[in-house]
């Protein structure tokens, strides 16, 4: 059997966005039910910088001098393959700490390629590991570890667009240094250690939309192009039966979640507007949504206007607009 094989198979469909350049449309498989669009990190101009402001101020005891924003990798990129065994997480003095516990496919002392970085625009420290031929973690693909202790927000298992690579993202409300190591167990399993310095709570209150399921109109009141309002990517896929869409979308400051609604036509297509965005990396490129259960996905862009309709749902099926922070995600379930 090939390598990476054993998870379920789809096509993974990757847009990528150049600047200043052409769409590249790449596929590969294999992933379980889920879906990645164009996985363009944005960064926008001074975001960084604001975070950096707002730092949390720590008075413990812990040492954070080896702690760091910047990129950290451990390992060298090869063939050698690894199954996640399990991931733990626990709060400690000041930080965040998640242990990966990797087991070698092919009985060889490797130590695992992983990347850790920060992706402002998305407000997540982003795990990277590569070479993963299971994955036991028991969070699925767009599931998520809630955390919710002092501005470190969740653990949210992405979806990537390579079989044997899994992507992990540590919401944090705001910039905030890490430090990534390594070391083997007495059984000769590799502990992969993130550790994340707790950013402190934000005090920004943000409209994430609705709870309930329902056929009625919904909307989600947020910033706009003056704030920079961005859609940079989509997801989708089908747990527990549902249609689960999931924009990743930025903006400036704190409240990074733009205006949106949603509501049914009369050709019972459910209809999803979001008003103002300075920039729209799905419907500027991808017109149609190739989206499982004969259900049609097109989207428009026009000014700063982006329009996402979804047909053949077979009449008002319930459904439910709502948000997240860090990652940041408008996300649209329908069943």
Do not use: C
């Amino acid at each position: 059997m090939k390598k990476g094989m054993s998870k379920k198979i789809i096509w993974i469909i990757l847009l990528l966005v150049l600047v200043g350049g052409g769409v590249y449309l790449l596929t590969k498989g294999p992933k379980e039910e889920a879906v990645v669009e164009e996985e363009e990190e944005v960064v926008q101009e001074g975001e960084e910088e604001e975070d950096e402001e707002q730092e949390y101020e720590y008075t413990g005891d812990t040492d954070f001098s080896d702690f760091s924003t910047d990129t950290q990798t451990l390992g060298e990129l090869s063939e050698a393959q690894f199954s996640i065994v399990s991931l733990q997480d626990e709060s400690k003095d000041g930080y965040h700490e998640f242990v990966f516990t990797l087991r070698s496919e092919d009985d060889e002392e490797i130590e695992p390629y992983v990347i850790a970085s920060y992706i402002p625009n998305m407000g997540v420290v982003r795990l990277d590991l590569q070479g993963i031929s299971r994955d036991s973690t028991g969070i699925g693909y767009q599931q998520e570890r809630s955390i919710g202790k002092s501005g470190i927000t969740r653990i949210y298992h992405n979806v990537s667009a390579q079989a044997d690579q899994e992507l992990y993202d540590i919401g944090v409300l705001r910039s905030t240094p890490f430090l990534l190591s390594s070391q083997q167990n007495e059984n000769d399993e590799w502990e992969i250690t993130l550790k994340v310095k707790y950013p402190g709570e934000s005090t920004v209150d943000i409209d994430l939309g609705l709870e309930e399921y329902t056929t009625m109109d919904q909307e989600i009141a947020g910033i706009g192009a003056s704030e920079n309002a961005s859609i940079i990517s989509y997801t989708y896929g089908r747990p527990s039966g549902l249609l689960k869409l999931v924009w990743s979308v930025g903006g400036d400051g704190e409240s990074p979640i733009p205006s949106v609604s949603a509501s049914y036509n009369l050709d019972n297509e459910l209809v999803v507007v979001f008003e103002s965005l300075s920039i729209d990396r799905v419907a500027s490129f991808a017109k149609t949504m190739n989206l499982p259960s004969g259900i049609s996905g097109k989207s428009e862009r026009e000014g700063e206007k982006s329009t996402y309709t979804f047909g053949n749902l077979g009449g008002r099926r319930e459904y439910r607009l709502s948000a997240s922070l860090s990652p940041n995600q408008v996300v649209l379930e329908i069943r």
